[in-house]
């Protein structure tokens, strides 16, 4: 059974930093595209970033590009995302997920999500 877990939301403030982690069992990890989705409060679900299988080909949203960044450790199955400069803006519950394939495949199975609540 596929299971992704994600860790390292918290509460912090406008301009700190924070990284989150997503730790997958039950598959393969080096085989997929993996991302990171977050849903704010009465908002829909926004993709924010993803990476190939090798780490060397990378998406963000220009809502945090520049800001997060994104990384993978296949040996140890696990997807990273650095998150500097938070804003208030960047108040979200935090989801990593994985594709079924490549860059334009589904991303069919999803962690909980990590709550992430930046204060001004």
């Known amino acids: 059974q596929v299971q992704l877990v994600e860790s390292g939301g918290g509460l912090v403030q406008a301009g700190d930093s924070l990284k989150l982690s997503c730790v997958l069992s039950g598959s393969t990890f080096d085989d997929y595209v993996m991302g990171w989705f977050r849903q704010a409060p009465g908002k829909g679900p926004e993709w924010i970033s993803g990476?190939?299988?090798?780490?060397?080909?990378?998406y963000y949203a220009d809502s945090v590009k520049n800001r997060f960044t994104i990384d993978r450790d296949n040996a140890k199955s696990t997807l990273y995302l650095q998150m500097n400069s938070l804003q208030v803006e960047d108040t979200a519950v935090y989801y990593c997920a994985k594709s079924t394939g490549g860059w334009g495949s589904l991303f069919a199975s999803w962690g909980q999500g990590t709550q992430v609540i930046v204060s001004s």
């Open positions: 990476v190939n299988f090798a780490g060397g080909s990378v």
